[in-house]
């Protein structure tokens, strides 16, 4: 009781000093000054695996998620592929990190990691090159986005060496996530409550490499506990890099990952991102506030910011999948539209009978517009123009 009533004081003391004689105050402070979004369970953007945290007493699922970047990065895969390893690799490992994470990402994949140097840059830096190496294609939105999980409050991020990292994940349509309010310092024990979120949000989980007692390790039993599929990379015997990795494999708690360049035997179905807003709708205006009201008419697709609260997912494939169509000038009919998705999608089961309904919903709520000739198109787009090559950057807060 002595301990109870001492912790009891120090928490007076501090909401002593919280902001608490109007809502707007406190709002700017547990926003980082309108710099970071707050989503919950009832967002159409949080991640439900995380659910899975509540099936033992002694765990809890976050009660919110603070963040940076484009929220709809965190559902925009049913099973997202988790990287973790040691933060010093050798170069064995950071190129199965790299690869891992560009082979998931090539496939439509979210790829999962901390912040870390070592294996978990090395999987953010794979996913954006799968980005890349789309932009320029008819579809750029294919390729999977990259999500960073931390310990401590977003603008706390570290290690300084990623900052450039970071702001590549941001522009790129990603998103940097914690469970800790703006102003939490990343102590060590926080790391292991992180490793918990890493893998619940995951799938599949790829341990790349990892030392007898690496932070890495924590993670894998963390997505053992809760059935993720464990695949851990194989190395040299004598190396100590590999002892964890080797351990794990030994012991029948991870299955052997046969190569980093073909991972399509321990993901799902390639599938498109499932996204319902753009990079372009999550930015931040000039005053660093989170926007995604205002409406964006130098757009090349016609879409306006507003399409961020589609919550149904087949409606948010759908208006990517007319988006695709009318980048490459392809007329989009149901029937075009049925097959892009189908094509799109494969692991999905998608009915004439709920294409047709999610149809309906889209042009009842006012985003596409059906022809006389049941042609489709987005309601009030224009055709597109040329743009300048930085158009789809992001503007954020740093």
């Not at 912040?115 to 999987?123: C, S």
Request: charged share 25%; aromatic share 6%.
């Amino acid at each position: 009781m002595e301990r109870f009533h001492a912790a009891l004081e120090r928490w007076r003391e501090r909401l002593a000093a919280l902001p608490l004689c109007g809502w707007e105050p406190l709002a700017d402070r547990l926003t980082f000054h309108g710099g970071q979004w707050i989503i919950g369970p009832a967002s159409p953007y949080w991640p439900h695996q995380l659910d899975d945290l509540a099936i033992r007493s002694d765990w809890a699922p976050p009660l919110c998620l603070w963040g940076m970047g484009d929220p709809a990065a965190l559902v925009s895969c049913d099973e997202p592929v988790a990287v973790v390893g040691s933060r010093d690799i050798n170069d064995y490992g950071r190129f199965v990190a790299r690869n891992v994470g560009l082979q998931a990402a090539r496939h439509g994949h979210l790829v999962v990691s901390g912040g870390a140097k070592g294996a978990d840059a090395a999987a953010h830096w794979g996913a954006l090159a799968a980005r890349e190496e789309r932009k320029d294609s008819d579809d750029p939105d294919y390729a999977g986005r990259t999500v960073a999980v931390f310990a401590g409050g977003v603008e706390r991020r570290g290690p300084s060496c990623n900052f450039r990292l970071f702001d590549a994940m941001l522009t790129a349509g990603g998103a940097l996530v914690s469970e800790m309010p703006p102003g939490t310092i990343p102590e060590a024990r926080r790391f292991l409550l992180r490793n918990r979120i890493i893998a619940a949000m995951a799938g599949v989980v790829v341990v790349a490499q990892a030392r007898h007692r690496s932070g890495a390790l924590n993670t894998a039993t963390w997505a053992a506990e809760m059935n993720r599929t464990l695949v851990a990379a194989p190395g040299d015997i004598d190396e100590p890099y590999n002892t964890g990795c080797n351990r794990l494999v030994h012991d029948g708690k991870a299955v052997l990952l046969a190569s980093a360049t073909d991972i399509g035997d321990i993901c799902h179905a390639e599938h498109t991102p499932y996204l319902s807003v753009t990079p372009c709708a999550a930015a931040v205006d000039e005053d660093n506030r989170f926007d995604t009201g205002h409406a964006d008419t130098d757009r090349t697709d016609g879409v306006t910011p507003n399409d961020s609260d589609i919550a149904d997912p087949l409606q948010s494939m759908m208006m990517t999948a007319i988006r695709a169509l009318r980048r490459r000038d392809t007329v989009c009919t149901a029937d075009t539209l049925l097959a892009e998705l189908r094509s799109r999608h494969p692991g999905k089961v998608i009915s004439v009978a709920g294409a047709q309904q999610a149809l309906t919903a889209l042009e009842t709520s006012g985003r596409i517009a059906v022809d006389a000739d049941g042609t489709i198109a987005i309601a009030g787009a224009t055709r597109a123009r040329p743009m300048p090559e930085d158009h789809l950057s992001v503007r954020h807060p740093l």
